[in-house]
């Protein structure tokens, strides 16, 4: 059954490095997102892409963040200078319509 | 801006017994999905409600969607431990291009033997 998969699984970063999160959607799927879940709290929603740019992002999603899909298969999440705060459980998703989204497995991302 | 309630948040039942979650929304939609996600995993789709009256049923969980209400139910049936986990429920706004998951809380539900 087709899968979105992440890497890493586990990434630990020291506050102000950079670090991208790398996303593979399902194949055929058109529509691509970003959602985030502190540990402890619910899933929020931080950024569509559709058609190679952005379709909609949260207020999250501040000028520290961006997305890119730098080939036909990968899609990525770039924290420019990462916080403290930024830590947390990224999962990207994808759907080939407009809805039904599936979920990755996520990446704990750790800022210490 | 929407908002999406589950309650209760923590639900702590025996094997055997029965009970039900609750999603409350705030603004209208037709679609509603239900995930269930195992500590340190991923989210994993139990349900998708597409419309009012929807009603899906897998193994012990059945869902429901009244849009009117704007009110979504988790039902467990004679519960097992193999159920614990976190259950959310997720309205969807629609989008022209893509869709946006509003997420409740979630509910913790831990099943004693």
């Known amino acids: 059954e087709p899968e979105v998969t992440q890497t890493p699984s586990h990434q630990v970063t020291q506050m102000g490095q950079e670090v991208i999160l790398r996303c593979v959607p399902i194949?055929?799927?058109?529509?691509f997102y970003w959602y985030r879940q502190i540990l402890g709290q619910k899933v929020e929603f931080l950024v569509s892409?559709?058609?190679?740019?952005?379709?909609?992002k949260s207020e999250i999603f501040d000028d520290q963040f961006s997305v890119e899909r730098p080939d036909g298969s990968n899609f990525t999440l770039k924290i420019r200078s990462t916080k403290l705060e930024d830590s947390a459980m990224y999962f990207c998703?994808?759907?080939?319509?407009?809805?039904?989204?599936?979920f990755g497995q996520g990446t704990r991302l750790t800022v210490v | 801006e929407l908002k999406v309630e589950q309650n209760p948040l923590f639900l702590s039942m025996q094997e055997g017994k029965n009970y039900t979650i609750y999603c409350n929304y705030s603004?209208?939609?037709?679609?509603l999905y239900w995930y269930r996600q195992d500590p340190g995993k991923s989210l994993e789709s139990l349900f998708v409600?597409?419309?009012?009256?929807a009603v899906k049923q897998e193994g012990r969980l059945m869902a429901s969607l009244d849009t009117k209400a704007r009110l979504s139910t988790l039902h467990i049936t004679a519960a097992v431990h193999d159920l614990s986990a976190t259950y959310f429920c997720?309205?969807?706004?629609?989008?022209?291009?893509?869709?946006?998951?509003?997420f409740g809380a979630g509910t913790i539900l831990r099943v004693k033997s």
């Open positions: 998703a994808s759907s080939e319509q407009v809805w039904v989204a599936f």
């Open positions: 194949s055929n799927h058109l529509y």
């Open positions: 892409f559709y058609n190679n740019e952005i379709s909609e």
């Open positions: 603004t209208t939609s037709d679609r």
């Open positions: 409600l597409l419309s009012n009256g």
């Open positions: 997720a309205v969807d706004m629609e989008r022209e291009y893509g869709n946006k998951l509003v």
